[in-house]
Nanobody, 120 residues
Framework: QVHVVESGGGLVQPGGSLRLSCATS????????MGWYRQAPEKERELVAS???????KYADSVKGRFTISRDNAKNTVYLQMSSLKPEDTAVYYCNVDVVSVYSARTSAWGQGTQVTVSS
């Protein structure tokens, strides 16, 4: 079983910064791609950023130059540093990890989400 827990959300003023963390635990053999998604009210969930096991990254056009994704493989943790935040970044942010378990089962696991609100 794989557990994914996000933290670091909150209320921030426009132009401010936040750092999200996502810790993965359980019967993990290896973690492939780790990613951050977000879902605003009445909108589809969308990919914000992802990072492979070797550090290749991908970003949504709307966050390029403002957000940075990184990972600590020793801690099975992925981070999302968000800067120059805008009201349109307001959403629930979800972490997703592509995991191979010690039982050789491949799983796509989601966290419970963390709310980010950008408002003055």
């Amino acid at each position: 079983q794989v557990h994914v827990v996000e933290s670091g959300g909150g209320l921030v003023q426009p132009g401010g910064s936040l750092r999200l963390s996502c810790a993965t635990s359980g019967s993990i053999l290896t973690i492939n791609t780790m990613g951050w998604y977000r879902q605003a009210p009445e909108k589809e969930r969308e990919l914000v950023a992802s990072i492979t096991s070797v550090g290749s990254t991908k970003y949504a056009d709307s966050v390029k130059g403002r957000f940075t994704i990184s990972r600590d493989n020793a801690k099975n943790t992925v981070y999302l540093q968000m800067s120059s935040l805008k009201p349109e970044d307001t959403a629930v942010y979800y972490c997703n990890v592509d995991v191979v378990s010690v039982y050789s089962a491949r799983t796509s696991a989601w966290g419970q989400g963390t709310q980010v609100t950008v408002s003055s």
